[in-house]
């Protein structure tokens, strides 16, 4: 009688352990769950945010356009949620703040933008001389030639240095006829603007071509862990050496024992781990191997 209660009583203890051991399973998959559909509808939320801010944006240049103000210079800081106006001279500001400020409030209120400030910067020289003039209708015209022939900005990375000349690099070339549109460019710069440019035309390495597909990712990474941990404080990464480090700057203390632990460095890291695996999903990028690095106040590592 005793043998088979003491195996019953055994036998009971190794249920309640299974039975616990789903229950913790099941748990952690709800959690998991959960966290990636809070994730999805917030990484939306912040995507509808910066179409909202580029609608804004655009919508006042075109206002100041049509107000005779093309010379003024604007840019809308997200964190600080700040329009800051750039002018040319201190009397152009009095003359025109109300008119200026008129046009941003009425068109943030008309797109429903609130919470923002309006800030002004005084450049004494901010006219463009005439060769900055120019090199903008470079740019322009090699960007429509590109985009004429199947390129958009995704595509490639243009830069204009005139020392060097107009270097493009494209993710394939194969989409061009590389020497018919360095020619093209080059004939149409030139007789646009007088400017005598070499063109080169040439692939992207795959470094930067892999720098370019995990951008959408590294933005991710600082808008999301931003909105959601108050302890960021900054975001870095690094592809060399490898595995790619993506390293995440804290205001947490490194704790004094080494039997303590951070909590809040596990939620960061499980946090980021989750936001990379969903973009990674959503842009189809090859996955490769990394590493998430929380660093603490100090910028010393706490895992």
């Given amino acids: ?3 088979t ?23 952690s998959a709800h959690s998991e769950e959960k966290l990636e559909m809070a994730l999805v509808k917030s990484m939306k939320e912040t995507k509808r945010e910066y179409e909202r801010i580029n609608e804004v944006l655009r919508k006042i240049s075109q206002e100041f356009n049509k107000n005779g103000f093309d010379q003024i210079g604007f840019g809308f800081t997200h964190d600080d ?33 609130n919470n923002f400030k309006v800030d002004y910067i005084i450049l004494d020289s901010y006219e463009l001389n005439e060769e900055e003039g120019k090199l903008n209708e470079v740019l322009k ?14 595509n490639y990375s243009l830069t204009i240095d005139p020392g060097k000349g107009i270097i493009i690099e494209v993710t394939n070339r194969e989409l061009i006829n590389k020497n018919e549109l360095e020619k093209l460019i080059a004939n149409s710069v030139f007789s646009n603007t007088s400017m005598n440019f070499k063109v080169f035309i040439t692939e992207k390495s795959k470094s930067k071509i892999k720098d370019q597909e995990w951008q959408p990712v590294f933005s991710a990474i600082r808008d999301e862990t931003k909105k959601e941990f108050k302890e960021y404080s900054g975001f ?50 090859e996955e490769i191997p990394y590493e998430i690095i929380i660093r603490d106040k100090n910028n010393k590592k706490l895992n």
């Fill in 1 to 3: 009688m005793k043998k």
């Fill in 5 to 27: 209660l003491i195996g019953f009583i055994t036998a009971t203890i190794i249920t309640a352990i299974v039975i616990t051991t789903n229950l913790d399973k099941s748990k």
């Fill in 81 to 113: 949620r700040v329009f800051t106006i750039q002018a040319k001279d201190k009397d152009f500001i009095e003359r025109n703040k109300s008119t200026i400020e008129n046009i941003v409030l009425n068109i943030a209120k008309e797109t429903d933008f």
């Fill in 141 to 154: 015209i090699t960007s429509d030639l590109l985009k004429a022939n199947g390129y958009d900005k995704t």
């Fill in 236 to 285: 870095a990464y690094s592809f060399h050496p490898e595995p790619l480090q993506i390293i995440i700057k804290t205001d947490l203390e490194k704790p004094k024992g080494f039997w303590q632990s951070n909590k809040k460095v596990k939620q960061l890291m499980y946090y980021v781990d989750k936001i990379i695996e969903l973009k990674r999903e959503e842009l189809s990028i």
